[in-house]
């Protein structure tokens, strides 16, 4: 087939101004570092991008793009519309495959990566999922369908499925996720049984499978499916462990932790996160067991056992301030100052002390990235159950009324934030001649589960 005429990119060359292609590119590099992304920007791509060649990003400069220029979308800096670039007619312009910038691939992988990404996000995950991750429905294979041969395509789609599912939980939150999640883990596993070409390879993808089962793992854990999560989390330890992953390890046990704090399991919390620190201590990453150090925290919180608390807390203040790490896991973007004082919060908050609660998840609320939706709802809602349970009950409903904006504005789907909310109304009813709660209280009442 003739390859069509590249278009220019007017609108991406502006945004580049009076800076050198080798200077932009330099400039998407730090921005890269500061969402944790990792991409090989040169002058040369910064070109291609610009000549039309690139028409669509992947999707890891899809993110530092978007970070780079808030509140804009990929139409405005000049790209097509990923599923128009993946479709049909796809092969007729070069567009960059996932994850790897400076190599495009043969015509070989280029069909192998259609045929994965079909695979991972099938059907997709929820309408909104495959709008955003610009595929068409297609039913994943069984595992007698899987590769012979995995190679970098295969790898590179399944690390590609971690991180949109985790771009789309951030900002979207789990409900609408989950129920087609597990269709790319199911596709995932079944690789793991396929020949590798190179050992780097087989890492990668036990590595990628096992992140991928934390990652629906999580979005079974966050829409109240407990059970589903345990299991989930399992499969992926289990994963580390043959693999003799303990960066992987370590992030199991992180959400292992998580997940026995909010099944009121508090014993059970602090033994995996001490496990997970004793399995991050050589991973050169102060932020990993700073957050595994406040899952330990929650766990004590929840023993009621206020000294081994603050304690904890404290060591896991001392290990973020050490700063980011080039060892920093890829999932940990989320692990900014927001998220340390909004796991401080709820410390607080179960060991009864409200006030203090409220201080650290008003900070939590001030600090998140307005972008993502689902993390600022989850910060207002801690926030509002707090002010709430600290007599504040007008400071409550306000709050309360601003995590509805984002409830009703359908930018967040959450079991777990409609239930902190139900607790607040609940928490409420005895205050509703206090200013705002009436209305509070009859919005909430109306407004659908």
Not at 157 to 167: D, F
Request: glycine letters at 8%.
């Amino acid at each position: 087939m003739a390859m069509s005429r590249a278009v220019r990119n007017p609108a991406f060359r502006q945004l580049r101004g009076q800076r050198s292609p080798g200077e932009f590119a330099a400039a998407v590099r730090r921005a890269a570092r500061e969402i944790g992304e990792h991409v090989a920007c040169d002058a040369r791509y910064i070109g291609r991008v610009e000549a039309g060649e690139i028409r669509c990003p992947n999707y890891a400069y899809e993110r530092v793009f978007l970070h780079m220029f808030p509140g804009s979308t990929l139409s405005d800096l000049g790209f097509s519309d990923r599923e128009a670039v993946r479709g049909r007619g796809a092969h007729s312009t070069p567009t960059e495959p996932p994850d790897h910038p400076s190599h495009p691939h043969s015509g070989k992988n280029n069909e192998e990566s259609d045929v994965l990404r079909r695979a991972f996000m099938a059907g997709g995950s929820a309408a909104m999922a495959a709008v955003s991750l610009g595929l068409g429905p297609a039913p994943v294979p069984s595992p007698r369908h899987a590769p012979h041969h995995v190679g970098e395509a295969e790898v590179s789609a399944v690390e590609a499925a971690v991180r949109q599912i985790r771009l789309l939980d951030d900002r979207h939150g789990a409900d609408g996720l989950y129920q087609r999640a597990a269709q790319p883990l199911q596709a995932a596993y079944a690789l793991l049984d396929a020949d590798t070409a190179r050992r780097s390879a087989a890492d990668r993808l036990h590595a990628g499978a096992g992140e991928l089962a934390i990652s629906v793992g999580w979005l079974a854990h966050d829409s109240g499916r407990f059970d589903d999560a345990r299991s989930y989390y399992a499969e992926a330890l289990a994963t580390a462990r043959v693999a003799g992953d303990p960066a992987l390890e370590a992030h199991a046990f992180c959400n292992t932790a998580f997940l026995a704090r909010d099944a009121g399991r508090p014993r059970e919390a602090v033994r995996a996160a001490q496990a997970g620190e004793r399995a991050a201590k050589h991973l050169s990453s102060p932020r990993l067991l700073a957050l595994l150090t406040l899952r330990e925290a929650g766990g004590w919180a929840g023993l009621g056992d206020r000294m081994g608390c603050a304690q904890a807390l404290g060591r896991a203040k001392s290990l973020f301030a050490r700063g980011p790490s080039d060892a920093d896991p890829e999932w940990m973007t989320f692990f900014v100052e927001a998220e340390l004082e909004m796991l401080e919060a709820q410390c607080w908050s179960a060991l009864g002390d409200w006030p203090r609660a409220a201080r650290h998840a008003q900070r939590a609320a001030a600090l998140q990235d307005i972008r993502f939706a689902r993390n600022l709802a989850l910060y207002r809602a801690q926030l509002a159950d707090d002010l709430a349970r600290a007599g504040a009950p007008d400071r409550a409903a306000a709050v309360g009324q601003q995590v509805l904006d984002l409830l009703d504005q359908d930018q967040v789907q959450s079991s777990r934030i409609q239930a902190m909310l139900a607790g607040t109304a609940r928490r409420l009813l005895p205050q509703r001649r206090a200013a705002g709660v009436p209305d509070f209280l009859e919005r909430h009442a109306s407004a659908p589960c």
